[in-house]
Structures are given as C-alpha cells and as structure tokens.
C-alpha cells in the first residue's frame, strides 16, 4: 500500500523485472480497490472473469483486451489513458507485445451507481471531460454515499479552497500540473502522478494552467 499524503508517481514507482509481473496495492478497502501492475513484455493474464465490475486504465505501454461475452469475442487495443470498463463475470485475457504499466481499478461497492461509463466500450479518459472557459467542471463517473469517482478539468488560474474530505480521497493527475496542499504542506504534481488525501485532513488545489485529474473518495 502507497503512503498517504507523499506523491506516487505510477510510471517511475514500479520496476519491470525481466519475465515477471510486479503489483503494487494504492487503495484496498470493501468499497474499491485500486491496483497498480507492471508486466514485461509478452506476459498473459491468461482469460479470467471478475467478481466486480472492474476499469482498465493503461499508464504506458499499449494493452491488448479480449473479452469472450455471448456475442463472441472482441479485441481492444488500449493506449495510455484510454479505458475499458468490464463488468463482473465476462471473461477477458490481458497481454502486450511491449512493458506496460495498468492501474485496475475494481469496484467492490455492488450499491454504487455508475453514471457516464459505457460497460466494454473503449474511452479515452482524459476526453471524457472538457476544459470550460475560467471555470472548474466536473463529471461524475460513479456515486452514492460511500464512493465517488469523479472527473475534475481546470481552466485556467483557480482553485479549490481549503476542505476535507470525510474519506481518504486518491487524486490521479490526467492532465497538466497542479500545486495541492494537504495540512500545510505543498505537493507539486504533474500527468502521470498521483497523490492520497487522507479523510478528514484539510486540503486545497491550484492550478495556473489547464488541470484534470480523477479523484476517487472512498468513506
């Protein structure tokens, strides 16, 4: 598990032994789970199906996706920042002819409601939401009491003044460069970075330019 309030950054924080598959657990609790994971080259995650409903979100590297449902079998091809929501018990087989680094984000809250995801439908995330002119927008892409994932995109200078959060809230950095002060303390994030909020700690967020991330609360 990652350490709350420090900068991960998911490209550089994970190494690729030759011929192995390296995981690394960011959040774990009975709502989500999110999970980091390395793979050399060639190496299969052989077809399998899933209890939860679960997000494919590449970080480098291009993901090859079948999934065998009964219409038959599809293949996806998944860049950097696309992504692939499945749903709980279709069978899928992962592989790459090159390294690549994934976060699969599994949604063990069955109550949650999904709003915005299309299930085996090929999304680019950071397209999912748009820059408004000198405003803050966001988009909800799952929501109830206990879990929210949700797309923020900065325009411009802003901010989001100082606030708390009533559960540990991970913040991943889609899009250009933020400044987010936790308790006090600054922490300078950029794409491809992300950083844990932990619940009830005051934080804050400034962005000089353009800024989306995707910021998951689990209470």
């Known amino acids: 598990m990652i350490r709350k309030a420090e900068i991960y950054n998911l490209l550089d924080s994970i190494e690729i032994p030759t011929g192995q598959v390296i995981s690394q657990s960011i959040i774990n609790n009975d709502n989500i789970n999110v999970t980091q994971y ?4 060639n190496e299969i995650i052989s077809y399998e199906s899933a209890g939860f409903d679960r997000i494919y979100l590449p970080i480098k590297g291009v993901l090859k996706i079948k999934i065998k449902d009964e219409s038959g ?8 920042y696309d992504y692939i929501l499945i749903k709980e018990g279709v069978l899928r087989e992962i592989y790459s002819e090159e390294d690549y680094i994934i976060l699969m984000i599994t949604i063990k809250r069955r109550e949650t409601m999904l709003k915005n995801i299309e299930k085996e439908k090929l999304l680019k995330l950071v397209d999912e939401i748009q820059y408004q002119e000198d405003k803050i927008a966001t988009k909800t892409l799952a929501g109830d009491e206990k879990l929210n ?3 923020l995109a900065f325009d411009g200078k802003q901010e989001l003044s100082t606030h708390s ?4 809230a991970l913040v991943i950095v889609l899009d250009g460069e933020a400044k987010i002060n936790i308790d006090g303390t600054d922490y300078e994030v950029k794409q491809g970075d992300s950083i844990i909020m932990p619940a009830k700690a005051p934080h804050a967020v400034y962005v000089e330019k353009n800024y989306k991330m995707l910021l998951i609360v689990s209470k």
């Open 73 to 80: 079998e599809q293949i996806h091809s998944i860049n950097p």
């Open 149 to 151: 994932m949700t797309l």
């Open 38 to 41: 390395g793979f050399y080259r």
């Open 165 to 168: 959060a009533p559960g540990d």
